[in-house]
């Protein structure tokens, strides 16, 4: 498990337990990232109500079951979904700890306090257990309990009790911390070469609420960020403090992961980007729960069920129009993020899964249907990073192969669970005579494709996707 990945093991321990259960289908195992984004809508609108009240927690609600990044990442088989569900239920018991606290008035009451903070040092460690850019969510509420407290005044040793819950997660995280150290050694990760710039930022910002890559922006995704923009900007004057919070966990986690890439992409020429849109995930419970509350608000202000008081003056059309004006302006806002929200996962469920970073939607499946593979039509992976991307859709095919990269294939990181599992070759004259076809697939700068032979000379490439397809003789 630890050689897969540069990620800690959490959600492949849960993804284990799972497919123990329901099998290793490719449903099944999505499956369990489709639990986890229904857990996190029913987590979310608990901590929408804790915060603004169950009427605009149901008006909220359709941006939390249709947010479209959250959707995106919901099915793809990593930690992103897991990351989404651990935030918001550590941000629920951090909660619930400060209102003990405010509400403590015996030993029964301290228990509970403790319990709370307990609880929330278990979420912070499993969140470090998940994925390590975690640390940012915790460290966004670890600076808002400092904040607060020095703020509060008092002095008191009980206020600093959520040190304690730190302290706790430090100490079962360092359990894990020597292999931690050893994976930063031995990941393997496909070079992202560039900066976090403004136009990176733009991309971000329409990934968030359209779910679309920049390849797809249009002028009207345009004048839908525009009106998401308006909504926000003109409500937040009236934002009551409480709701605060959820603004703090959308955009405190993400400025600090632009700090940290801003310090680290001077010395991290090979793979400098870390602004990507999947290390936001678990940010954006608290953008929709934002937005939508935002636009609830809204809703249900001046009347209530969103009919403002008309005045009586006129009869007839004068007050029908009256009337439709005063809804237009209350749910306009609603219905329009919303309905902008529920076209980027029209267009997510058309266009399918985006890599954001690179603008396009990968194509191993499209070249599995294109070349096909067997014990005499033999495809060969040009590189380890192609070997392990095209691996699902040719895991079944004898004639699968693989070209030896220099050095053999390491035994540890991302490329070790190639040994053993995908026959590798020298050159394509290691090949067995009597083949039918032979077929080299590689993805774009993975490495250099392999030589013809004399035995086995180029007969044409062509592209698909990110790959280019080459057929010998």
Known sequence: MLAVDAHPPLYYLLLRGWTAVFGFSEPAMRAMGAALCELTVVATARLVTMLA??????????????GPLTLRYGYELRMYALTALLAVLGTIAMLRALRAERDAGGASARRRIWLWWVAYGI?????????????????????????????????????????????????????????????????????????????????????????????????????????????????????????????????????????????????????????????????MPFCYAFLGVLCADVALRDGGDGT???????????????RLAAVCRRWGAWACVLTMVVAGDIALAVNGNTVYEQSRTPHAR???????????????AADPFTATDAWWYYRACPGYRLIAPEGGLPSWGG??????????????????????????????????PPSATARHPLASCTDIGEYTVCRFR
Do not use: K, N
């Not at 009240?53 to 249709?66: D, H, I, S």
């Not at 008081?309 to 004068?318: C, K, N, T």
């Not at 067995?432 to 993805?443: D, E, F, K, M, N």
């Open 53 to 66: 009240g169950t009427r605009r927690m149901a008006l909220a609600l359709p941006f939390l079951v249709l």
């Open 123 to 283: 979420v912070v460690v499993a969140g470090m257990l998940t994925q390590y850019l975690m640390a940012l969510v915790w460290l966004t509420q670890a600076i808002w309990l400092l904040v607060r407290t020095i703020r509060d005044g008092s002095g008191e040793r009980a206020s600093w009790r959520w040190l304690g819950a730190y302290a706790l997660a430090v100490v079962l995280f360092l359990l894990w911390l020597p292999t931690a150290f050893d994976q930063f050694g031995h990941a393997v990760l496909p070079a992202m070469h560039g900066a976090f710039t403004p136009a990176a930022l733009a991309d971000l910002v329409m990934a968030w609420f359209t779910g679309l890559g920049a390849a797809h922006a249009t002028g009207l995704v345009t004048l839908g960020l525009l009106a998401v923009a308006v909504v926000v900007v003109a409500s937040c004057r009236q934002v009551p403090r409480r709701w605060r919070m959820l603004a703090l966990m959308w955009l405190g986690p993400v400025l600090l992961l632009v700090l940290v890439a801003a310090v680290r992409e001077p010395f991290m020429h090979g793979y400098g980007v870390l602004v990507m849109v999947r290390y936001t995930v678990m940010a």
């Open 308 to 322: 403002a008081r008309v005045a009586a003056a006129g009869d007839g059309r004068s007050r029908r129009t009256a």
């Open 366 to 380: 499209a070249v599995a249907a294109a070349v096909p593979c067997s014990a005499r039509d033999i495809v060969v």
């Open 415 to 448: 490329y070790a669970p190639l040994r053993g599992t995908v026959p590798v070759i020298r050159s394509l004259d290691d090949l067995p005579a009597g083949v039918r076809s032979i077929t080299v697939i590689q993805t774009f700068g993975a490495g250099r």
